[in-house]
């Protein structure tokens, strides 16, 4: 999973920390078809903001752990609030 951190993050792991958040066990609720899989485009994507860093200052001030507990929390203020739920 490409992470602008410079850090590598599995979508596995992206899975337990959301599902961790809201007290379910990701083992009894998410399935994999294994139909769906397709090969992989690249082993690894691993950002690297250097030049963001050189050419304007930035650097990243989120980590991981903490943009998954704000995706969660949108999405369970979404579903709070009876607004249609977004599908991708």
């Known amino acids: 999973m490409l992470s602008p951190t410079g850090v590598e993050h599995s979508v596995r792991d992206l899975v337990d920390l959301a ?4 007290g379910l066990d ?3 609720c998410v399935k994999i ?3 769906l899989r397709r090969p992989a485009d ?6 690297d903001y250097a ?12 980590g991981f752990g903490k943009v998954v507990r704000i995706m969660v929390e949108a999405d369970l203020e979404q579903l709070q609030s009876g ?6």
């Not at 599902?19 to 809201?22: A, I, M, S």
């Not at 030049?51 to 989120?62: C, D, I, S, T, Y």
């Open 33 to 35: 078809d294994p139909t």
């Open 42 to 47: 690249v082993d690894s994507l691993v950002a």
């Open 51 to 62: 030049k963001a860093k050189r050419e304007l200052g930035w650097e990243p001030r989120v």
């Open 83 to 88: 607004a249609p739920v977004r599908s991708t």
């Open 26 to 28: 990701p083992g009894r």
């Open 19 to 22: 599902f961790e958040q809201v």
